[in-house]
């Protein structure tokens, strides 16, 4: 390495690390609903908040917006993007087709211990039924990881920022009256058509999942 450039490369990782962390905090911040959609981002008070100057929050917001989450008008500063029934059609169509391809996949080609590892997280959204928070994100870690076992980074990167704009839905499908049922249910269809190792069955019983996730949500 040459000593001479060093700094200047430890130096330049700094701020990034920082607005990074920002639009996380950010992030989770619109997940909560703690920032709505449709709610003007305060700059000045956000960042007097978190003791920064606004140039990490401003790119904290860009990243923000490239994911969806923040839509940046003209003159006007940054909106927590707000979800329109179009929008969730358009994100739930795409998430079908690229968590069933991947879901086929895995089917077909993973190992035994990655149909068990799938299963140990199924097991774990079932005892997470009670606890509506537990379920969301077992649920969300049992999609992503069938997205990894499935092996191609940009579809994960697609579907990774896609279910970020869906956590914007105001009326989040799970909350529906019986819709954690009907989604545990679906999930053990799924579960079972992998460990079949039914590649057919397995894209057919994902896309049933969107199809019943989509109609709760609209």
Request: hydrophobic share 45%; net charge negative; proline share 2%.
């Amino acid at each position: 390495m040459d000593t001479a450039t060093a700094p200047t490369s430890a130096a330049s990782l700094a701020p990034r690390a920082l607005y990074e962390e920002v639009a996380e905090l950010l992030r989770q911040r619109i997940f909560r609903r703690e920032l709505e959609p449709g709610s003007w981002i305060d700059e000045l008070k956000i960042a007097d908040e978190y003791g920064i100057s606004r140039t990490p929050l401003r790119e904290a917001l860009k990243v923000l917006a490239a994911e969806g989450l923040v839509t940046m008008k003209v003159r006007r500063g940054a909106y927590v993007t707000e979800v329109s029934e179009k929008d969730l059609r358009d994100v739930y169509h795409l998430l079908s087709l690229l968590e069933a391809d991947a879901a086929g996949e895995v089917a077909a080609h993973a190992p035994a211990s990655a149909i068990a590892e799938l299963a140990a997280l199924h097991q774990e959204l079932e005892t997470a039924q009670a606890e509506r928070d537990r379920f969301f994100a077992v649920n969300e870690r049992f999609h992503l990881r069938l997205l990894e076992l499935a092996d191609n980074r940009w579809r994960l990167q697609m579907v990774s920022d896609l279910r970020k704009v869906m956590k914007l839905n105001r009326h989040h499908s799970l909350f529906k009256t019986g819709r954690i049922e009907e989604s545990l249910a679906e999930h053990r269809a799924i579960l079972a058509a992998l460990q079949a190792r039914d590649g057919a069955l397995t894209v057919q019983r994902m896309r049933e999942h969107f199809a019943s996730g989509l109609e709760a949500a609209t």
